[in-house]
């Protein structure tokens, strides 16, 4: 069975400020794929990110970064100077590609940026 | 390219009543998903359909059912509602039964009073 954890409820910053979210997962497969998606206030779940268990080379997109560590089950997501436009709810999930990919999410935590 | 777009967004029903929720996927994309979002669960898969056939079903009774059309258009029904069926009931698709990246809709908010 696959499992995520994303320890942290709720994040608040201000405006400027960097914020790392944390997401630590279990899975037994050695072929799986971790994603990030974002949920602002509309409901609409966005991508953000896909990473495959073969692929470890952390990423950067814009004001966005993640780093993914295999030893320690971790897939960390960092919001770089912060914007109100960021507040939102973010998930991390797993997908199995034993399991027909389904996604298996996170709690999510709640970002929320002050002006 | 359209996204992914969802009917009704916002429903109110009463205990007992059943519903019907339409997903339209992105143009293309053959697979659609459907999930459940509410503030104690979070989000669970619900079930996965791929060229009209049901692929995936999660842990949910038996009062959940869905279903694809020829078109990949999909609709999810849930009969004699109960109060803790309200929620978020999110969709997405996905090009092939082997993507792993889903494009995620609106979403249709589910009240039951």
């Known amino acids: 069975a696959q499992k995520v954890t994303q320890a942290q409820t709720e994040i608040s910053v201000v405006e400027k400020e960097d914020v790392t979210l944390d997401c630590v997962y279990e899975?037994?497969?050695?072929?799986?794929?971790l994603f990030w998606y974002k949920q602002p206030p509309s409901g609409e779940l966005v991508f953000l990110i896909r990473?495959?268990?073969?692929?470890?080379q952390n990423e950067i997109s814009g004001r966005y970064s993640w780093n993914f560590q295999k030893s320690t089950s971790s897939f960390n997501f960092t919001i770089t100077a912060s914007q109100v436009v960021d507040s939102a709810v973010y998930f991390c999930?797993?997908?199995?590609?034993?399991?027909?990919?389904?996604?298996?999410f996170g709690a999510g935590t709640t970002v929320t940026v002050r002006a | 390219k359209a996204g992914v777009t969802q009917t009704p967004r916002y429903l109110i029903k009463t205990r007992g009543q059943q519903v019907t929720l339409s997903c339209s996927p992105i143009s293309g994309h053959r697979s659609v998903s459907w999930y459940q979002q509410t503030p104690g669960q979070g989000l669970q898969f619900l079930f996965e359909y791929f060229s009209e056939t049901q692929r995936n079903k999660g842990n949910f009774p038996g009062r959940f059912s869905g279903r694809q059309f020829s078109n990949s258009r999909s609709e999810m029904n849930v009969s004699t509602l109960e109060l803790g069926d309200s929620a978020l009931y999110l969709c997405?698709?996905?090009?092939?039964?082997?993507?792993?990246?889903?494009?995620f809709g609106p979403g249709t908010r589910l009240t039951v009073t």
């Open positions: 899975t037994r497969d050695t072929t799986y794929y």
């Open positions: 997405a698709s996905s090009l092939d039964d082997r993507s792993y990246e889903q494009y």
């Open positions: 999930a797993l997908s199995l590609s034993s399991n027909d990919y389904k996604l298996s």
């Open positions: 990473r495959n268990s073969f692929d470890e």
